[in-house]
């Protein structure tokens, strides 16, 4: 070390010693401020730490959260579900009741009464289907049974009659309804009747087959 510092003195002088011993200087101080710098990139400071802390707990409370919700709606959908079948229920028993009518006979198959159909054409109800035909169709989605096809249509078209019908027409229905003092619900049955043997037409079902898998009439077969 010494040979090398007398070497630079001699032949370069004392000063291209200096300049060189700053240089060393230098690139150590170089050094070390990057290796600190490193370091306080990698290790964040108190501020920083305390944020990402924060961040951490919330998307842990986040994630609690949304399994929460994924609990409460798994739990709708299976209430949904149990309020549809209860709603079904309901309309099928609607449907099923067979009190006495001016409009249609109670018997199965349901069919129109002499009265009925002389409503029936004085409303022209055919052009009524006809029109709203789109729509009362797509009351079946699921139905096979013609038994279950007959008690949806009717179900269906008493409880909820303006989803099926336009508005004129329902307006005529209810009018002639209050004119001859028969229920609306007597009136929609029918249209029921009608609809089931519309649809028994264009799928080839005889309404023979209503019978066979009405359980009311197996049940009084079975006695």
């Known amino acids: 070390m010494d040979f090398a510092k007398d070497w630079i003195i001699e032949n370069f002088g004392v000063s291209a010693l200096i300049l060189i011993g700053l240089i060393v200087l230098a690139w150590f101080l170089g050094s070390w401020i990057t290796k600190i710098k490193k370091d306080v990139e990698n290790k964040p400071c108190d501020a920083h730490q305390k944020m990402l802390e924060e961040q ?8 609690v959260l949304l399994h929460k919700i994924e609990g409460q709606l798994s739990t709708l959908t299976h209430l949904e579900a149990s309020i549809q079948r ?35 054409e004085e409303l022209d109800l055919d052009s009524v289907l006809n029109a709203n035909w789109d729509k009362i169709v797509k009351i079946i989605t699921t139905e096979t049974n013609p038994y279950d096809i007959q008690m949806r249509f009717i179900s269906d078209l008493i409880l909820k009659p303006d989803s099926y019908i336009d508005v004129d027409s329902m ?53």
């Open 86 to 120: 209860m709603t079904d229920t309901i309309q099928l028993m609607t449907a099923s009741y067979s009190g006495p009518s001016p409009l249609t006979q109670s018997h199965s198959p349901i069919s129109l009464t002499e009265k009925g159909k002389e409503i029936a």
């Open 56 to 63: 951490s707990r919330k998307l842990d409370q986040d994630s």
């Open 171 to 223: 307006d005529r229905i209810k009018t002639n309804a209050f004119a001859n003092g028969i229920p609306l619900i007597d009136y929609m049955r029918m249209l029921g009747v009608m609809a089931r043997d519309k649809y028994f037409s264009i799928h080839g079902i005889d309404v023979s087959e209503v019978d066979r898998n009405d359980p009311n009439v197996k049940a009084e077969s079975s006695n």
